[in-house]
C-alpha cells in the first residue's frame, strides 16, 4: 500500500508535468495570437497592453498573493493541526491588500507615468482601472486555489487558468479583428474575460464539488458548505487568525517582494523611468518573448536532466578527490560534452540568427517588427541566448555539488549580480532597448565567469580538466564563420523586400549552410558524437523497455 509520502510524491510529479504543459501551452496560445494581432495594432498599443498594463496587473498579484500561497502550501502539510477557518480568513487579506495595491500603482500608472499618445490616452484610465479590478477578481478566487492545491487537485489548476487564457486570446484576437475601432478597449475586454472565467469556474467547480462531497460525507476534504470559503468564525472563543502565519506570510512577503524586483527589474525600470518609449517597449517585449523560446523548450529540459544526473552521480559536500573515482570521470566527461552540446547549438543560433532575424520578425510581425530596431534586439538576443545555454550548464553542475554553506553565500552573491544587472539597465539605455539585453548578458557573463572558476577549483586536485576541452573544434569553427559569411551575403542580397521566390533562396542558403556545419560536426566531433548517441539509444531503450 503506498504511503502518504508516496501519495504527495506521486501528486507532484504529476503536478509538475501539468505545469510544464500548462506553460508550454500558454506560451503557444500567446506566441500564435501575438502573431496575428501584430498586423493590427500599432507599437505604442502593444507596448502599453504587454508591458505598462500587464506589468501592473502581475504586480497586483504577486505583491497580494505571493506570501499567502507559500505560507499555506508550506504549511499543507501541519494543516490538520490548524483550523481551516483560520486560514481561509488570512487568504482573505489578500483581496483588501489587492484593492489597497491597485490604488497606490493605479496613481502612479495615471499619475507619475508617461501619458500615451493621444489615440490611446482617452482609454488610458479605463484601462488602468480593467486591469487593476481583474487582478482584484482573481484574489477573491484565492481561498478556493489554496485549498484544491494543498489537496492535491493537480489537474484542475491546467484546466481553468488554460481555459482562462484560451479564452482572453480568442476574445483579443476577434475584437482586434472584427471591431478595430474598439482600440485598446479590445484589450481591457479581453483581460476582463479571463479573469471572470478564472473567478467563476473555481467558484462553479466548487459548487459541484461541495454537492457531490457531501453526498460521499468525505471527512478529510475541509470544507463541508459552500459558505465554508469565506470568512467565518466556528467558535466564538477562537482566534479570527493564526496569527503564526500571519507572522510567517509576512517573512515571506519581503522575501517576495525582493524576487518581484529582481524578477521584472528591467521591466520597472523603462515603465517607472521612461528609459524607453511605448514603442520601443512594445518590441522588446516580442522580442524577449521569441528570445525566450529557445532557453524554455531547448535549455531548460537539458539543465533539469543533466541537474538530476549530477545530484545522484556526485555526493554534495564531498571534495572532488574523496568522490568515487568512476563517478567523478564520468560526471567531468558528461559536464564536457553537455558543455560543448549548448554551445554549439549556441553558436547556431548566433551565426544563423543574425542573418535570419529580419526575416523571422517580417514573417511573425510583419512591417511593426521588422522596420526600426526590432532586427537589431534579436540579432543581440541570439548572442544573449548563447550565453545563458553556457550559463545554465555551468551553474546547473556548481548547485548539484556545492555544500549549502556555498549555497547561501552565493545566494549573497547574487543580490550583488542583480543591483549591478539593475544599475547597468539604467545606463545602458543610452543605446535604446539593446541596452537592456546588454544588461542581460552582462549580468549571465558574470554568473557564468564565478560559475567557471568554482568548476576549476573543484577539479584542481584531480587529473581531470572538463573545462579544456568543451571548445570547438578548429575545422568547426571555420564552418561557422564560412557560413556567417555565406548567410550575411544571403541577407544583403535576398531579404527582404523582393518577394518570397528571393526569400526562399535566403532560407535554402541557410539549409545549405546548417547542413555543412553538422556534417563538419558529425565528422571532427567524435566524442560529442558518440555522446549524443549513447543518449539518445539509451532513452529509445528505456521506452522500448
Not at 493621444?118 to 484601462?127: C, N
Not at 461541495?210 to 460521499?216: D, G, V
Not at 550559463?391 to 549580480?417: D, H, L, R
Request: hydrophobic share 50%.
Amino acid at each position: 500500500m503506498a504511503t502518504s509520502s508516496d501519495v504527495v510524491l506521486q501528486s507532484a510529479m504529476k503536478s509538475a508535468s501539468y505545469n510544464v504543459i500548462l506553460q508550454i501551452s500558454l506560451r503557444i496560445i500567446t506566441f500564435l495570437m501575438n502573431a496575428f494581432i501584430l498586423r493590427f495594432i500599432s507599437r505604442e498599443t502593444l507596448g502599453l497592453v504587454n508591458v505598462r498594463l500587464t506589468l501592473l496587473y502581475t504586480t497586483i498579484l504577486f505583491l497580494a498573493r505571493e506570501a499567502f500561497r507559500k505560507t499555506c502550501l508550506s504549511h499543507s502539510s501541519e494543516s490538520k493541526g490548524t483550523k481551516w477557518d483560520q486560514i481561509i480568513n488570512m487568504i482573505w487579506l489578500a483581496v483588501p491588500l489587492g484593492a489597497s495595491a491597485s490604488l497606490v500603482f493605479g496613481f502612479i500608472w495615471l499619475n507619475w507615468l508617461e501619458m500615451p499618445p493621444m489615440e490611446l490616452a482617452k482609454d488610458y484610465l479605463t484601462s488602468v482601472v480593467c486591469f487593476a479590478s481583474s487582478a482584484i477578481l482573481e484574489l477573491m478566487a484565492e481561498p478556493l486555489w489554496i485549498v484544491f492545491q494543498c489537496h492535491l487537485f493537480v489537474r484542475l489548476k491546467v484546466v481553468i487558468e488554460g481555459s482562462a487564457v484560451l479564452l482572453r486570446c480568442i476574445t483579443a484576437a476577434s475584437l482586434v479583428y472584427f471591431v478595430p475601432s474598439l482600440g485598446l478597449l479590445a484589450f481591457c475586454f479581453a483581460q476582463l474575460m479571463q479573469s471572470l472565467t478564472y473567478f467563476l469556474l473555481y467558484y462553479i467547480y466548487f459548487f459541484h464539488f461541495i454537492k457531490a462531497n457531501t453526498k460521499k460525507n468525505d471527512k478529510e476534504f475541509p470544507l463541508r458548505a459552500f459558505n465554508d470559503v469565506f470568512p467565518s468564525r466556528k467558535s466564538p472563543n477562537s482566534l479570527w487568525i493564526n496569527f503564526k502565519l500571519l507572522s510567517l506570510t509576512w517573512s515571506f512577503f519581503k522575501q517576495s517582494l525582493l524576487k518581484q524586483i529582481l524578477t521584472e527589474g528591467e521591466r520597472y525600470v523603462m515603465t517607472l523611468f521612461n528609459a524607453l518609449t511605448l514603442a520601443q517597449q512594445g518590441v522588446y517585449d516580442v522580442i524577449n518573448n521569441l528570445g525566450s523560446l529557445a532557453a524554455r523548450f531547448i535549455f531548460l529540459p537539458v539543465e533539469e536532466s543533466y541537474y538530476l544526473f549530477f545530484t545522484q552521480t556526485l555526493v554534495r559536500d564531498k571534495p572532488a578527490s574523496k568522490q568515487q573515482p568512476e563517478s567523478l570521470c564520468l560526471a567531468a566527461e558528461t559536464l564536457e560534452s553537455v558543455l560543448k552540446f549548448v554551445l554549439l547549438i549556441g553558436l547556431t543560433i548566433v551565426v544563423f540568427g543574425y542573418s535570419y532575424s529580419l526575416l523571422a520578425l517580417d514573417i511573425y510581425g510583419g512591417s511593426i517588427l521588422s522596420s526600426g530596431e526590432g532586427p537589431t534586439q534579436l540579432r543581440w538576443h541570439c548572442f544573449y541566448i548563447l550565453i545563458i545555454a553556457v550559463n545554465g550548464i555551468t551553474e546547473c553542475f556548481m548547485f548539484a555539488t556545492m555544500s549549502q554553506e556555498a549555497v547561501e553565500k552565493y545566494n549573497k552573491k547574487m543580490v550583488v549580480f542583480s543591483v549591478i544587472f539593475l544599475l547597468s539597465s539604467w545606463f545602458l539605455t543610452y543605446f535604446g532597448a539593446v541596452g537592456f539585453i546588454f544588461a542581460n548578458c552582462l549580468n549571465m557573463m558574470l554568473r557564468i565567469i564565478h560559475s567557471l572558476i568554482y568548476i576549476q577549483e573543484y577539479f584542481c586536485d584531480t587529473s581531470l580538466r572538463p573545462l579544456q576541452g568543451f571548445l570547438p573544434s578548429k575545422p568547426v569553427l571555420l564552418a561557422y564563420i564560412i557560413a556567417c559569411i555565406f548567410t550575411l551575403w544571403s541577407d544583403s542580397m535576398f531579404c527582404c523586400s523582393y518577394g518570397w521566390f528571393w526569400r526562399l533562396c535566403h532560407i535554402a542558403t541557410g539549409g545549405l549552410c546548417g547542413l555543412a556545419v553538422i556534417l563538419t560536426i558529425y565528422l571532427t566531433e567524435e566524442n560529442l558524437v558518440q555522446f549524443v548517441k549513447k543518449q539518445l539509444f539509451s532513452k529509445l531503450h528505456t521506452k522500448v523497455e
